[in-house]
């Protein structure tokens, strides 16, 4: 099995049951592993909500690292889809033509930097610095900002053998209120004043609900983003054939993006609340326990997905739910799209070869299923395209 093999532990259980369990902190949870059931589920917000308790739809839970509710992420229709109809337009910018150039400059800036070094850490030296540049375009903020991002580290809620840190979440709370207080007192153009100059129900949004929007921005896309970009560095220094194909074949680059995104499941799973007693696959689920959406499991599915543990660059038919489904699938989907497009692009336009020197896998303990969800180093040597 090569190293950047993402194995699916999911898979027994799923053909079985199609559930698993997993105690999260005292809060048990049911997860859904088959696609149908996952996407079933996510439809179903009635009897399973995102509007519990803050933090508690997470997994693992923030019950107690915060009270502050991220929006619209933990919202229910109708009141979600008020929430969603405000930002939608400002996160869909990733598809205007300068926002893509502002982001190839980036990207092929960092690829640049390391092309032709004899070592490259690729997850704190080039991923979490290409996630953190990135977001000063998805805020629209100074790019100068992206440093204080880099040194909190690749986790905004962990820290080293800590699996959630309230200290470290305090860090990030201060910091978004003191952007907020900014923008009150000085208006600009960036994500922080347009929220604050923004409706809901016939009234401004209060700094709390701007606060709920910006921790969702940061928090969301922060391992997700990094443990793609690392996946698909590791992938392709395995997968050499794949690299020279993306050069051959330019058209096929967004199908690659969707696939690695189905292949990497950048996130497990997400949570839910069950509202009244019910079944999930002939299991009985109480009220006021919870649910998991397992995405990485859904991926998966023999059942809808040929060679699902495959890397198939060119994949038809991919209905994959790496970014969620429904009402809650992802608000930066756009942004982490094109960032994944545009590294793929740049890596085959200017790289030969990766040569994979050492790793250590990032895998997450989830009761009987151990889950590699990429690395927490890599490094690599990136070889240069001699024309």
Known sequence: MKNSTLPDPFEQARLEKGYG??????????????LKDVRKCAHNWKSYSSEAVPGRIVVPSEVNIRDMRQIPFEVDPPRHGAYRALVEAWFKRPLQA??????TDQIS???????????VEVVSELALPLQSRALTLLLNTDYGESEKWISWGTHVFRS????????????????????????????????????LDSEIDGRKMT???????????????????????TNAIAYFAEHPESLARLRQEPDITGRAVEEMIRYFSPLTQMGRVVMEDSQVCEHAVKADSRISLCWASANRDAAVFENPNEIVLDRKIN????????????????H?????????????????????LDFTENIEELDEFKRKVGFHKLSVKINPINH
């Open 21 to 34: 369990e997993m105690d999260d902190q005292n809060d048990p949870v049911t997860m859904v592993l088959r």
């Open 98 to 103: 300068e926002y893509q150039q502002r982001l």
């Open 109 to 119: 800036g960092i690829v640049d930097q390391f092309v032709g070094q004899e070592r």
């Open 160 to 195: 080293e053998g800590v699996a959630l840190d309230g200290d470290k979440a305090t860090v990030l709370y201060d910091y978004i209120d003191e952007q907020i207080e900014r923008a009150q007192k000085q208006p600009s153009g960036d994500l922080y004043s347009v929220l």
């Open 207 to 229: 700094p709390e609900e701007v606060k709920g929007v910006l921790v969702l921005t940061f928090a969301g896309g922060r391992d997700t983003v990094i443990n793609a970009v």
């Open 319 to 334: 209905p994959h739910v790496g970014f969620g489904f429904s009402h809650h699938n992802c608000l930066g989907a756009t």
């Open 336 to 356: 982490a799209r094109q960032i994944m497009k545009i590294l793929l692009q740049t890596l085959a336009e200017r790289v030969s070869t990766i040569e994979m």
